[in-house]
């Protein structure tokens, strides 16, 4: 079975600007999480999609947004970009929604806003 | 919030030793995983625990759910070169709307 797919690995952007990433997860697996990673605040929990629908959310701005489509394929958009928003984007899929049990994470989207 | 504690931050050892690395919470969870993230990946489940004072296996690795359910802990037996990398422990409390909460990471060198 593929792994969780996201693209694009990488990303720079300018301040002010917006970025939008994507995940496509596991075959089979309906619950698409979304994390923020950062040396200095490690893993950060942004939020949860199952069918199509937003199930949790972490304690991020309103700049945070995202989507999931039938298929499970999953977005997430960052609007008006700020420095401190630097960080490697994870997307992480699951069977089930929570309680999940394990989640299985993609390489990342790095994203360097300048 | 809740936290997860896990420390040192860094660990060194020689190839061959064994090592373990414990976490700790403030609450109590119903799941603990256990995973691995090398550089410019993302991290990697290593151990799924469900069950208070549960043992699970995977090779080498070795973890435990702790029986008051806010503790686990890792050991990697017989250490090789490849096992460098983060390893972070992640905790679950119960509930349909909580959320997977991440320690902050031991990062573990092997030294040949």
Same mark, same amino acid.
């Given at each position: ?10 990303l720079?952007k300018?301040r002010g600007?917006?970025v ?5 997860p596991?075959?089979?697996h309906?619950?698409v999480s979304w994390y923020?990673?950062t040396p ?8 949860e999609?199952f069918?199509?629908?937003?199930r949790?959310?972490?304690n ?5 947004s995202?989507r999931q489509?039938s ?5 997430m958009?960052?609007?008006t970009l ?7 984007y ?9 309680p999940?049990?394990a989640?299985?994470f993609?390489?990342g989207?790095r994203?360097?806003?300048l | 919030?809740q ?11 020689q ?6 690395m414990n976490?700790?919470?403030s609450?109590i969870f ?15 489940l290593l &151990?799924?625990?469900?069950k208070?004072? %549960?043992l699970?296996?995977n090779?080498? @690795? !070795?973890?435990?759910?702790g029986i =008051?359910?806010?503790?686990?802990f890792l050991n ?9 990398g &983060?390893y972070?422990?992640a905790?679950? %409390?119960t509930g349909?709307n909580?959320? @997977? !909460?991440?320690?902050?990471g031991i =990062?573990?060198s092997?030294?040949p």
């Amino acid at each position: 079975k593929a792994g969780v797919t996201q693209t694009p690995r990488y990303l720079i952007k300018t301040r002010g600007q917006q970025v939008t990433l994507s995940c496509s997860p596991i075959s089979g697996h309906r619950s698409v999480s979304w994390y923020q990673q950062t040396p200095g605040q490690g893993l950060q929990f942004l939020f949860e999609y199952f069918s199509e629908t937003q199930r949790n959310k972490g304690n991020f701005p309103g700049r945070f947004s995202g989507r999931q489509f039938s298929n499970s394929r999953s977005e997430m958009n960052v609007s008006t970009l700020e420095l401190g928003d630097s960080a490697l984007y994870l997307c992480a899929s699951s069977p089930k929604a929570g309680p999940w049990g394990a989640q299985y994470f993609g390489p990342g989207t790095r994203l360097l806003v300048l | 919030g809740q936290q997860l504690n896990q420390s040192p931050q860094s660990m060194f050892i020689q190839e061959g030793e064994d090592v373990s690395m414990n976490c700790t919470s403030s609450s109590i969870f119903n799941t603990w995983l256990w995973y691995k993230q090398e550089p410019g990946e993302g991290p990697v489940l290593l &151990i799924a625990l469900y069950k208070a004072g %549960e043992l699970t296996s995977n090779g080498r @690795l !070795t973890a435990q759910f702790g029986i =008051t359910r806010k503790d686990s802990f890792l050991n990697i037996s017989a250490s090789i070169p490849s096992d460098v990398g &983060i390893y972070f422990c992640a905790g679950q %409390e119960t509930g349909a709307n909580s959320k @997977l !909460t991440f320690g902050k990471g031991i =990062t573990l060198s092997v030294r040949p």
